[in-house]
């Protein structure tokens, strides 16, 4: 949520790191960062616990004004499952906001809901807090990931596998998937999970270079493109220079590893040859070269995700969403293009999972993916009436096979939706970081819809806001880790 710009005075910071850096004081250099990371914590945990006590007001009038009518409805949809039809379901990635949602869509309905999440920094977390979750699990940190989950899976019960995974544990989710399809198999138990097919398909996928050759090898579009792994980029991009491979094109540099800052780096390489050189010399050498790159034609236009819930190449839900690198908003519109190609693919690959693809749509509607997250979108709260918790529920059934349902779906779910979909403290920030105005923050409150909010449930946006973010970044202030953003979306300090 609030960065540097907007609690302190970043420039004066940043100039004075550089100064310390280079006269070779990186250690009080690291200090002064640290220091700086930890008054930004405590100025918005005051922030968030000022603002706890009108907004836990304004909750509770909320609830008692709709509770009753809501309450009936809730209880009414429950009604339509009959004892046969309920399941236990687990699911992964508790902090989450999707995971979150998943568990209400699943829970309203009248199936037992088990959230289970690895780290102890998320023992307090927005998911655990839910009336639709009937068990929270903290996975102990001396079993291996994997075995904790096929643990739950056998104790519990479990039907439904859902792994709503964190980045850093997702193909640890699909070994625990693999497990528990082998012990269902000895123990003759009815099984079904909307994982990744298995792990050589995931590390694909989540390979941008081996998913970008594979699209393109299928005829799928994607832009044009170039991997190195450990060669001298200087002399590899002088040859393309030498070439004409940048001439009347705009091509960057990507670092292939997530976590780098400079993957929003999409400065042109230039097709002079001193600008050229003049490029090699204050932009490239300033680069982490020991880190495998990715030469990208750069797509001029806007930026969309797909996300999607399939089985056995089949889709039973697809969402488009516009995008950006931190999207925090959401919206879901329909884009034949975009809808095409991840059906081909998805039909040729025989995939199974929730899956995203990001998208750039050119300024001719042209679609052409660049790249693959295997893993659920945040954008899939955009389900956020009863209606559409409805039917996502429904799809989910479908694409679990759950043999005892009756109400098999033949078409996917395509969702389009105009009601925007926010996390109100995110917005604050937009609104006094000067991003967004007062008129626009209006509007959202008054025709959007809260991510969190729900007045049959309202426990989890009270803890997200004032108790689970507050408690990450006091974390952060003791263990004096660097950081850069609040991210509500994702509940956690990154």
């Not at 993916?369 to 709260?381: D, F, G, K």
């Amino acid at each position: 949520m609030w960065t540097s710009t907007e609690l302190t005075s970043s420039s004066y910071y940043n100039a004075l790191d550089s100064l310390l850096s280079n006269l070779g004081l990186q250690k009080l250099s690291r200090s002064l960062k640290v220091l700086r990371c930890q008054l930004k914590a405590i100025i918005c945990i005051l922030l968030l616990l000022l603002s706890s006590i009108p907004s836990a007001l304004i909750c509770a009038i909320f609830w008692l004004i709709k509770s009753q009518d809501r309450d009936q409805d809730f209880a009414n949809y429950e009604k339509q499952s009959t004892p046969s039809e309920k399941k236990t379901v687990l699911i992964t990635g508790a902090p989450l906001t999707k995971s979150l949602h998943l568990a209400r869509t699943m829970g309203q309905a009248g199936h037992r809901v088990i959230v289970a999440d690895k780290d102890w920094k998320h023992s307090v977390n927005v998911s655990r807090f839910s009336t639709y979750v009937t068990k929270f699990v903290t996975l102990p940190n001396n079993v291996p990931y994997d075995d904790a989950l096929v643990q739950i899976w056998e104790e519990e019960n479990v039907d439904f596998f859902l792994p709503v995974s964190h980045i850093h544990l997702a193909v640890d989710d699909i070994k625990a998937k693999i497990k528990m399809q082998a012990r269902a198999a000895e123990l003759n138990r009815p099984f079904s999970d909307l994982a990744i097919n298995n792990l050589e398909v995931i590390e694909e996928l989540d390979d941008k270079d081996r998913f970008l050759q594979k699209s393109q090898d299928m005829g799928l579009p994607v832009p044009d493109f170039k991997t190195f792994f450990g060669q001298d980029l200087s002399v590899e991009l002088g040859a393309l220079r030498s070439e004409g491979k940048f001439n009347g094109k705009h091509y960057f540099l990507k670092p292939l590893e997530l976590s780098r800052e400079e993957r929003l780096d999409m400065t042109r390489i230039p097709s002079d040859k001193a600008q050229f050189e003049a490029y090699v010399e204050q932009h490239l050498m300033k680069k982490d070269l020991s880190v495998p790159y990715l030469l990208n034609e750069f797509i001029k236009g806007e930026e969309y995700a797909a996300n999607i819930i399939c089985k056995d190449g089949k889709i039973y839900m697809f969402q488009v969403c516009p995008s950006s690198p931190i999207q925090t908003n959401y919206v879901s519109v329909e884009h034949k293009g975009i809808q095409d190609w991840v059906t081909t693919f998805v039909k040729a690959t025989n995939l199974s999972g929730l899956v995203c693809f990001d998208f750039l749509v050119d300024n001719d509607d042209n679609a052409y993916c660049i790249e693959c997250n295997p893993r659920l979108h945040s954008a899939i709260v955009s389900f956020e009436s009863q209606a559409k918790m409805n039917q996502l529920h429904q799809s989910l059934l479908s694409a679990l096979n759950d043999k005892e349902t009756t109400s098999q779906m033949n078409e996917s779910i395509n969702l389009i939706n105009h009601t925007e979909v926010y996390w109100i403290f995110q917005e604050l920030e937009k609104l006094f970081s000067g991003e967004s105005s007062l008129k626009r923050f209006l509007h959202l409150v008054q025709h959007g819809q809260d991510a969190v909010w729900r007045v049959d449930d309202p426990l989890p946006f009270l803890v997200l806001n004032f108790v689970q973010i507050p408690w990450l970044l006091l974390v952060a202030t003791i263990k004096g880790t660097l950081w850069s953003k609040v991210n509500f979306c994702l509940g956690q300090v990154l």
